[in-house]
């Protein structure tokens, strides 16, 4: 009998491969577009928080490398062209990587015609800096709020050494929802895809971009890819990762199940005090956009969390397998085949890009 049993498993695991062999060449492949970026294999991942390294993510990938609240990159990225924004004749601090300077000054000079000069509020952010940066908005509003204002270290277009926050000159508005409404908030609004900055959070978006309105941030791309972003109407996360990322995100991890306790005898037991909440990940759904002044009455102050420190480590998306071990057999196949598709795609992809993150 032990014979017959192997002999079955061994079938049910040939009859397996052969499907997820199948799937693979059937449907899996990523389309490749004619600016030869390979699409993600799937649709673009629901706002949540996780610790991906994205991919591509060389230097020389600065066009398309997506950072959002998923995907990151290792927190020794650092751009090795920083320029100071001084030397570019810019009013502001800080750095930028050299590739968008001609187009940060052909861009502050138009500003300049247009009667709405811009300056620079805040650009390259080394990983450090970030954690500074998230610390002080836990600090300020509690860990929940900062999420939506604020990227967690690695999760930053500032480490990119690509974003900058604009702000007008002189100042006005800096760092607030109505900078928008601002003369240079609506040039930049209307005219930064000119010269290949695209905003990277705009309003009215937040459940695609995963963060608050921000006018005054963009992000570098480039002039070709900010015109093909602005006229997709996508949002820069979208664009980035139907086109160009080339990343694996698994499914979000489950929530743990509630079991009901047996009810004790006691006759005024009630079921209700015994269910405990699954713990609450911080919700990205309200899209109120308050100005950033107008938030701190609203917060509430017994969020405890003011951890400066997000994890860093990626949960091993095979740990997901080990649970679905005492499911029914169709169950298992069923998510084995799609764990397998989802390596099998993995492996694909790493093939036909043929490289490696420089940054890492
Ligand atoms: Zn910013």
């Known amino acids: 009998m032990q014979a017959l049993a192997h002999v079955a498993t061994l079938a049910r695991l040939a009859t397996l491969a052969a499907a997820l062999a199948l799937l693979a060449l059937l449907g899996l492949h990523p389309a490749v577009d004619d600016r030869g970026g390979v699409r993600a294999a799937g649709p673009l991942p629901a706002c949540r928080y996780d610790d991906i390294t994205t991919s591509p993510r060389g230097y020389d990938d600065w066009r398309t490398t997506l950072v959002d609240t998923i995907l990151r990159v290792p927190s020794s ?89 604009f702000r007008s000159d002189p100042p006005v508005a800096t760092l607030n929802a109505s900078w928008g409404t601002t003369a240079a908030g609506k040039w930049m609004r209307n005219h930064a895809w000119e010269y290949g900055f695209v905003m990277s959070y705009p309003k009215g978006k937040t459940s695609l971009s995963c963060y ?105 998306p095979a740990t997901q397998a080990s649970s679905v071990s005492g499911l029914a057999p169709v169950l298992v196949g069923s998510a084995g085949i799609a764990l397998g598709t989802i390596v099998l795609g993995g492996l694909l992809l790493v093939r036909r890009r043929g490289r490696s993150g420089i940054g890492l």
Not at 229 to 256: C, D, M, Q
Not at 286 to 315: D, F, H, M, R, W
């Open 77 to 165: 990225y650092a751009p090795p062209d920083l320029v100071r924004v001084h030397d570019l004749g810019v009013p502001g601090g800080g750095f930028v990587r050299a590739v968008m300077g001609e187009d940060l000054q052909a861009m502050r000079a138009a500003a300049v015609a247009a009667g709405s000069p811009i300056g620079i509020e805040s650009a390259y952010r080394s990983y450090t800096d970030q954690q500074a940066v998230f610390a002080k908005w836990v600090r300020l509003y509690g860990r929940t709020q900062a999420l939506h204002i604020s990227a967690r270290p690695g999760h930053s277009e500032h480490q990119l050494g690509l974003a900058i926050d």
């Open 212 to 316: 608050d309105y921000e006018p005054w941030h963009f992000r570098y791309v480039g002039r070709d890819l900010a015109a093909l972003v602005h006229g997709s109407g996508l949002t820069l996360r979208e664009y980035l990762w139907a086109n160009f990322t080339t990343a694996i995100v698994p499914p979000p991890k489950p929530k743990p199940t509630v079991h009901p306790t047996p009810i004790p005898t006691h006759p005024t037991a009630t079921i209700a005090p015994l269910l405990t909440p699954a713990a609450s990940a911080p919700s990205l759904a309200p899209p109120s956009q308050p100005p950033l002044a107008s938030l701190a009455p609203t917060i509430s102050p017994q969020v405890p969390n003011g951890s400066t420190e997000a994890p860093l480590a990626s949960p091993p």
